[in-house]
């Protein structure tokens, strides 16, 4: 410390060290905030069966989120996680609809959404096409082929789905009664979202294909230079992103007990938004598993908010872009802040 910090009292690595750690967590502020908010203005929010819905509705979120994060961590982006989610429903409810067991469904919707991000991979890897234009090609091709096969955009209804199939997102995981004849219910989608999670995170911070993975994400050239495969990791960012939406898509269709097309771009932008958020958590701004989660979480927290204040459903999108830049505007102002006393 120098001799007029001491006789100031004035530490200018505290106050560095401070705006880092406001960097840092000004989306769990933003969050923390929202939570005060809708807890002041409706009484139910905090109750314990309202955090149970939001874990159950934010599950599949978390699902493509979490795909999506390998791709963004890196260095590119997926655009095409709607068509892995939408495609990996179709192929499995189609098959329970021809009388396949569960299992071989399932499999078949994963194998759909590996596809989509082998497709991805190729172009992005051996034709050298950019992943945002890549992905987005993909993206007008499925969707168009969602349409193709289900007659212009019918769903697909499964009256009496697979049992097991049924359980991936109406099962409960946990059920409490209340007091008052409520009932409080954990689905289990929420531990496949947490379990996939862990899994994620492991791999990326505990392992050398999260390390490489950053490492390419940062700086491709230098990545290659030490020899990295990139784009032997980029296939594998792809395929990861491409069978977690499948999943999801799964669980979605579940949910519903039907097979409805295109509703994977109801998750494509939160999905963004919340890898994107979650990445200011980090110190590197890298897209992280616990991050990620949080942006999940506060784009659950924040539609299911807006619900029960009854703020209609056509000026909600204009709310969560307000709070998505509030976020952003804090975060760039610390920044900014912390680069002029550097």
């Not at 969707?143 to 789905?161: A, D, N, Q, V």
């Not at 007091?179 to 947490?194: C, P, Q, T, V």
Request: hydrophobic share 50%.
């Amino acid at each position: 410390m120098s001799k007029a910090a001491v006789k100031t009292g004035f530490d200018p690595n505290k106050v560095l060290g401070a705006g880092r750690s406001l960097t840092h967590f000004s989306t769990l502020i933003a969050l923390i905030g929202v939570i005060l908010l809708f807890s002041v203005t409706t009484p139910s929010f905090l109750s314990i069966s309202n955090f149970a819905n939001i874990l159950s509705q934010s599950s599949v979120l978390a699902l493509v989120a979490i795909g999506l994060c390998f791709v963004v961590a890196g260095g590119g982006i997926d655009l095409s996680v709607a068509v892995s989610f939408d495609i990996g429903a179709m192929v499995a409810v189609m098959m329970l609809q021809e009388g396949f067991d569960w299992l071989p469904a399932i499999i078949l919707g994963l194998a759909a959404g590996a596809l989509v991000g082998l497709f991805n991979s190729f172009f992005v890897v051996k034709i050298k096409i950019t992943p945002f234009l890549v992905t987005l090609g993909t993206l007008f091709i499925g969707e168009s082929i969602e349409k193709i096969f289900t007659r212009g955009g019918e769903p697909i209804y499964l009256p009496g789905m697979n049992e097991i199939f049924k359980f991936l997102g109406r099962g409960s995981l946990l059920v409490l009664e209340t007091e008052n004849g409520g009932r409080i219910d954990f689905k289990f989608s929420i531990l496949l979202a947490l379990l996939t999670a862990f899994v994620a995170h492991f791999l990326l911070k505990r392992t050398i294909f999260g390390r490489h993975l950053y490492a390419l994400g940062s700086q491709k050239e230098a990545a290659a230079l030490s020899g990295i495969p990139i784009g032997r990791y980029t296939i594998y960012t792809f395929l990861i992103s491409g069978v977690v939406s499948a999943l999801a898509g799964m669980i979605g269709s579940s949910v519903l007990t039907a097979y409805t097309p295109l509703s994977g771009r109801y998750y494509l932008m939160d999905a963004i938004g919340a890898v994107f958020i979650g990445s200011t958590l980090s110190r590197q701004g890298h897209a992280n598993i616990p991050g990620t989660l949080i942006g999940v979480l506060f784009f659950g927290i924040v539609a299911n908010g807006l619900n029960l204040i009854g703020i209609n459903f056509y000026w909600q999108g204009i709310a969560r872009g307000l709070l998505i830049f509030f976020i952003l505007v804090i975060d760039s102002l610390v920044s900014n802040r912390r680069n002029q006393i550097e």
